[in-house]
Protein backbone atom coordinates (compact mmCIF):
# COMPACT_ATOMS: atom_id res chain seq x y z
CA UNK A 1 0.00 0.00 0.00
CA UNK A 2 1.02 3.34 -0.53
CA UNK A 3 2.13 6.02 2.17
CA UNK A 4 3.32 9.24 1.26
CA UNK A 5 5.41 11.45 3.55
CA UNK A 6 3.91 14.74 2.71
CA UNK A 7 7.77 15.56 1.13
CA UNK A 8 7.43 15.86 -2.51
CA UNK A 9 10.95 14.55 -3.20
CA UNK A 10 10.93 11.47 -1.01
CA UNK A 11 7.62 10.11 -2.06
CA UNK A 12 8.31 10.73 -5.92
CA UNK A 13 11.46 8.64 -5.42
CA UNK A 14 9.27 6.14 -3.73
CA UNK A 15 7.08 6.09 -6.43
CA UNK A 16 9.68 5.41 -8.91
CA UNK A 17 11.17 2.19 -6.52
CA UNK A 18 7.76 0.73 -6.07
CA UNK A 19 7.05 0.88 -10.08
CA UNK A 20 10.36 -0.77 -10.80
CA UNK A 21 9.56 -4.06 -8.41
CA UNK A 22 6.25 -4.16 -9.85
CA UNK A 23 8.10 -4.31 -13.39
CA UNK A 24 10.50 -7.39 -11.95
CA UNK A 25 7.58 -8.97 -10.04
CA UNK A 26 5.63 -8.82 -12.86
CA UNK A 27 8.33 -10.56 -15.14
CA UNK A 28 8.86 -13.06 -12.79
CA UNK A 29 5.23 -13.68 -12.59
CA UNK A 30 5.27 -14.48 -16.42
CA UNK A 31 7.63 -16.76 -16.06
CA UNK A 32 6.89 -18.75 -13.48
CA UNK A 33 3.01 -18.94 -15.24
CA UNK A 34 5.34 -19.79 -18.60
CA UNK A 35 3.46 -17.01 -20.48
CA UNK A 36 4.74 -15.90 -23.66
CA UNK A 37 7.23 -13.53 -23.81
CA UNK A 38 5.35 -11.24 -25.26
CA UNK A 39 2.88 -10.74 -22.36
CA UNK A 40 4.64 -7.99 -20.67
CA UNK A 41 5.90 -6.16 -23.88
CA UNK A 42 4.75 -2.73 -25.10
CA UNK A 43 3.47 -3.06 -28.67
CA UNK A 44 5.53 -1.17 -31.34
CA UNK A 45 3.35 1.21 -33.14
CA UNK A 46 5.25 0.33 -36.49
CA UNK A 47 4.56 -3.38 -36.09
CA UNK A 48 0.91 -2.80 -35.34
CA UNK A 49 0.76 -0.44 -38.59
CA UNK A 50 2.31 -2.95 -41.01
CA UNK A 51 0.66 -5.97 -40.03
CA UNK A 52 -3.20 -3.88 -40.31
CA UNK A 53 -1.80 -1.70 -43.51
CA UNK A 54 -2.48 2.02 -42.83
CA UNK A 55 -4.66 3.62 -45.65
CA UNK A 56 -4.58 7.09 -44.28
CA UNK A 57 -4.53 9.37 -40.69
CA UNK A 58 -6.68 12.30 -39.36
CA UNK A 59 -6.26 14.68 -36.71
CA UNK A 60 -8.41 14.17 -33.84
CA UNK A 61 -7.23 17.07 -31.74
CA UNK A 62 -7.21 17.27 -27.78
CA UNK A 63 -9.09 14.77 -26.07
CA UNK A 64 -9.13 12.49 -22.87
CA UNK A 65 -8.27 9.17 -23.06
CA UNK A 66 -8.09 6.32 -20.78
CA UNK A 67 -4.98 4.82 -19.71
CA UNK A 68 -5.57 1.18 -19.77
CA UNK A 69 -6.12 2.03 -23.33
CA UNK A 70 -2.20 3.03 -24.11
CA UNK A 71 -0.29 -0.15 -24.97
CA UNK A 72 1.97 0.76 -27.38
CA UNK A 73 5.12 3.52 -28.03
CA UNK A 74 6.20 5.02 -31.30
CA UNK A 75 10.25 5.02 -30.43
CA UNK A 76 10.52 4.08 -26.69
CA UNK A 77 9.44 -0.15 -26.27
CA UNK A 78 13.06 -0.74 -24.68
CA UNK A 79 12.21 1.88 -21.77
CA UNK A 80 8.66 0.64 -19.91
CA UNK A 81 6.73 -2.34 -20.00
CA UNK A 82 3.20 -2.84 -21.31
CA UNK A 83 2.21 -1.29 -18.56
CA UNK A 84 4.40 1.87 -19.03
CA UNK A 85 6.37 0.60 -15.36
CA UNK A 86 9.92 1.25 -15.80
CA UNK A 87 12.00 -1.55 -17.03
CA UNK A 88 15.64 0.12 -15.71
CA UNK A 89 17.43 3.27 -13.63
CA UNK A 90 17.94 4.88 -17.19
CA UNK A 91 14.66 7.02 -17.15
CA UNK A 92 14.84 7.72 -13.68
CA UNK A 93 15.85 10.99 -13.25
CA UNK A 94 13.30 12.09 -15.42
CA UNK A 95 10.24 10.29 -14.19
CA UNK A 96 11.39 11.52 -10.34
CA UNK A 97 11.08 15.16 -12.06
CA UNK A 98 7.86 14.59 -13.44
CA UNK A 99 6.34 12.50 -10.23
CA UNK A 100 7.66 15.44 -7.97
CA UNK A 101 5.53 18.11 -10.59
CA UNK A 102 2.47 16.64 -10.44
CA UNK A 103 2.37 15.72 -6.20
CA UNK A 104 3.51 19.73 -6.09
CA UNK A 105 0.00 20.23 -8.15
CA UNK A 106 1.78 21.89 -10.90
CA UNK A 107 0.30 21.25 -15.06
CA UNK A 108 1.18 18.70 -16.58
CA UNK A 109 1.49 19.08 -20.77
CA UNK A 110 -1.05 16.80 -22.84
CA UNK A 111 0.61 13.56 -24.04
CA UNK A 112 0.77 13.22 -28.02
CA UNK A 113 -0.75 9.81 -29.08
CA UNK A 114 -1.83 7.64 -32.47
CA UNK A 115 -5.05 5.89 -32.19
CA UNK A 116 -5.55 2.38 -33.70
CA UNK A 117 -9.21 1.25 -33.10
CA UNK A 118 -9.57 1.37 -29.32
CA UNK A 119 -6.26 1.18 -28.27
CA UNK A 120 -3.05 4.16 -28.13
CA UNK A 121 0.36 4.45 -29.11
CA UNK A 122 2.82 7.06 -27.37
CA UNK A 123 4.30 9.60 -29.65
CA UNK A 124 5.61 11.71 -26.79
CA UNK A 125 4.82 11.52 -23.21
CA UNK A 126 6.10 8.44 -22.12
CA UNK A 127 7.51 9.38 -18.72
CA UNK A 128 4.25 11.20 -18.12
CA UNK A 129 2.16 8.16 -19.33
CA UNK A 130 4.39 5.94 -16.48
CA UNK A 131 4.11 8.70 -13.43
CA UNK A 132 0.08 8.92 -14.12
CA UNK A 133 -0.51 5.20 -13.46
CA UNK A 134 2.03 4.88 -10.56
CA UNK A 135 -0.50 7.43 -9.47
CA UNK A 136 -3.48 5.32 -10.45
CA UNK A 137 -4.80 8.24 -12.48
CA UNK A 138 -7.91 6.64 -14.87
CA UNK A 139 -6.85 9.18 -17.91
CA UNK A 140 -4.87 11.39 -19.03
CA UNK A 141 -5.23 14.51 -21.71
CA UNK A 142 -3.37 13.96 -25.42
CA UNK A 143 -3.28 15.09 -28.27
CA UNK A 144 -4.81 12.12 -30.82
CA UNK A 145 -4.13 11.20 -34.26
CA UNK A 146 -5.99 8.44 -35.71
CA UNK A 147 -4.83 5.59 -37.99
CA UNK A 148 -7.15 4.46 -40.56
CA UNK A 149 -6.26 1.28 -41.26
CA UNK A 150 -7.53 -2.20 -44.05
CA UNK A 151 -7.93 -3.93 -41.00
CA UNK A 152 -9.31 -3.08 -37.66
CA UNK A 153 -7.10 -3.69 -34.56
CA UNK A 154 -9.76 -5.77 -32.49
CA UNK A 155 -7.98 -9.06 -31.08
CA UNK A 156 -4.85 -7.52 -30.77
CA UNK A 157 -3.50 -8.05 -27.37
CA UNK A 158 0.14 -9.54 -27.37
CA UNK A 159 2.86 -9.03 -30.32
CA UNK A 160 2.26 -12.44 -31.08
CA UNK A 161 -1.06 -11.01 -32.33
CA UNK A 162 0.43 -9.32 -34.97
CA UNK A 163 1.21 -12.55 -37.09
CA UNK A 164 -2.29 -13.46 -37.21
CA UNK A 165 -3.59 -9.55 -38.00
CA UNK A 166 -0.81 -9.56 -40.88
CA UNK A 167 -1.53 -12.52 -42.75
CA UNK A 168 -5.21 -11.60 -42.58
CA UNK A 169 -4.77 -8.33 -44.31
CA UNK A 170 -2.75 -10.65 -47.03
CA UNK A 171 -5.77 -13.01 -47.13
CA UNK A 172 -8.19 -10.18 -47.43
CA UNK A 173 -5.88 -8.73 -50.24
CA UNK A 174 -5.91 -11.55 -52.27
CA UNK A 175 -9.58 -12.52 -51.06
CA UNK A 176 -11.56 -9.45 -50.82
CA UNK A 177 -14.49 -10.41 -49.53
CA UNK A 178 -17.32 -7.49 -48.94
CA UNK A 179 -18.44 -6.72 -45.57
CA UNK A 180 -20.93 -9.47 -43.82
CA UNK A 181 -18.59 -11.67 -45.44
CA UNK A 182 -15.23 -10.22 -44.07
CA UNK A 183 -16.26 -10.82 -40.57
CA UNK A 184 -17.94 -14.07 -40.93
CA UNK A 185 -14.63 -15.70 -42.54
CA UNK A 186 -11.93 -15.53 -39.41
CA UNK A 187 -9.45 -18.30 -38.06
CA UNK A 188 -7.05 -18.05 -35.65
CA UNK A 189 -4.01 -19.53 -37.08
CA UNK A 190 -1.68 -17.18 -39.04
CA UNK A 191 -0.66 -19.90 -41.31
CA UNK A 192 -4.33 -21.11 -41.93
CA UNK A 193 -4.76 -17.73 -43.68
CA UNK A 194 -2.08 -18.82 -46.53
CA UNK A 195 -3.85 -22.15 -46.57
CA UNK A 196 -7.57 -20.48 -47.08
CA UNK A 197 -5.86 -17.96 -49.85
CA UNK A 198 -4.55 -20.98 -51.92
CA UNK A 199 -8.23 -22.70 -51.24
CA UNK A 200 -10.17 -19.89 -52.66
CA UNK A 201 -7.56 -18.98 -55.31
CA UNK A 202 -7.95 -22.62 -56.58
CA UNK A 203 -11.81 -22.61 -56.30
CA UNK A 204 -11.89 -19.60 -58.30
CA UNK A 205 -9.12 -21.35 -61.22
CA UNK A 206 -11.76 -23.98 -61.77
CA UNK A 207 -14.94 -22.07 -61.43
CA UNK A 208 -12.97 -20.07 -64.37
CA UNK A 209 -12.61 -23.33 -66.69
CA UNK A 210 -16.04 -24.55 -66.40
CA UNK A 211 -17.14 -21.17 -67.45
CA UNK A 212 -14.35 -21.04 -69.71
CA UNK A 213 -14.18 -17.19 -68.84
CA UNK A 214 -11.92 -14.56 -66.68
CA UNK A 215 -13.07 -13.42 -63.50
CA UNK A 216 -11.25 -10.66 -61.38
CA UNK A 217 -10.42 -11.73 -57.37
CA UNK A 218 -13.79 -9.59 -56.14
CA UNK A 219 -15.96 -11.81 -58.05
CA UNK A 220 -14.10 -15.15 -57.04
CA UNK A 221 -14.54 -13.97 -53.65
CA UNK A 222 -18.10 -12.97 -54.22
CA UNK A 223 -19.18 -16.07 -55.84
CA UNK A 224 -16.58 -18.64 -53.50
CA UNK A 225 -18.54 -16.89 -50.17
CA UNK A 226 -22.09 -17.43 -52.21
CA UNK A 227 -21.39 -20.46 -53.71
CA UNK A 228 -19.18 -22.16 -51.74
CA UNK A 229 -18.41 -21.28 -48.51
CA UNK A 230 -21.72 -20.91 -46.99
CA UNK A 231 -23.61 -23.67 -48.55
CA UNK A 232 -20.91 -26.29 -47.34
CA UNK A 233 -20.96 -24.42 -43.73
CA UNK A 234 -24.58 -25.18 -43.89
CA UNK A 235 -23.53 -29.02 -44.50
CA UNK A 236 -20.95 -28.94 -42.04
CA UNK A 237 -23.43 -27.60 -39.45
CA UNK A 238 -26.19 -29.85 -39.87
CA UNK A 239 -23.42 -32.51 -39.48
CA UNK A 240 -22.00 -31.31 -36.31
CA UNK A 241 -18.86 -31.14 -37.71
CA UNK A 242 -18.29 -27.48 -36.51
CA UNK A 243 -17.58 -27.93 -32.71
CA UNK A 244 -15.53 -25.62 -31.20
CA UNK A 245 -14.03 -23.85 -34.43
CA UNK A 246 -14.69 -21.17 -36.41
CA UNK A 247 -17.09 -21.86 -39.77
CA UNK A 248 -13.67 -21.05 -41.61
CA UNK A 249 -11.36 -23.48 -39.52
CA UNK A 250 -14.21 -25.80 -40.00
CA UNK A 251 -14.51 -25.23 -43.52
CA UNK A 252 -10.87 -25.31 -44.40
CA UNK A 253 -10.35 -28.82 -41.93
CA UNK A 254 -12.62 -30.90 -43.18
CA UNK A 255 -12.03 -29.61 -46.43
CA UNK A 256 -8.36 -30.69 -46.21
CA UNK A 257 -9.29 -34.62 -44.70
CA UNK A 258 -11.84 -34.65 -47.23
CA UNK A 259 -9.38 -34.70 -50.22
CA UNK A 260 -7.06 -36.28 -47.99
CA UNK A 261 -9.53 -39.16 -47.76
CA UNK A 262 -11.97 -39.16 -51.17
CA UNK A 263 -9.46 -37.05 -53.76
CA UNK A 264 -12.51 -34.65 -55.07
CA UNK A 265 -13.36 -31.34 -54.38
CA UNK A 266 -17.02 -32.31 -54.21
CA UNK A 267 -19.42 -32.13 -51.28
CA UNK A 268 -22.18 -34.25 -50.39
CA UNK A 269 -23.91 -36.62 -48.13
CA UNK A 270 -21.39 -39.47 -48.89
CA UNK A 271 -18.42 -36.81 -48.51
CA UNK A 272 -19.39 -35.75 -45.47
CA UNK A 273 -20.21 -39.27 -44.30
CA UNK A 274 -17.04 -40.12 -45.18
CA UNK A 275 -15.11 -37.31 -43.69
CA UNK A 276 -17.54 -38.41 -39.95
CA UNK A 277 -15.83 -42.25 -40.39
CA UNK A 278 -12.37 -41.19 -41.10
CA UNK A 279 -9.81 -43.55 -42.95
CA UNK A 280 -10.78 -47.03 -43.37
CA UNK A 281 -8.71 -49.60 -41.53
Known amino acids: MRRDTGFPHADAENDFLRSRRQQVLARLSAWLRREPDDVNIMLPFTEVVEALGQVGERRLGLRVIRLDTVVGSVDRTRDFDRRFRPTSARVRERWERLARAQRRGEAVPPIAVYRIGDLHFVQDGHHRVSVAIAHHNDTIDAYVTEIITKIDAAGIR ?124
Open 158 to 281: FRGDLMVKADRRLFLERVPLPGEARAAVVLTDAWEYTELSETVEAWGFRLMQDEGTFLDRTTVARRWYHEEFRPVVRLLRSAELIANRTEAEAYLRVGCERYRLMRTHRWDDEIIEAVRRGPRR
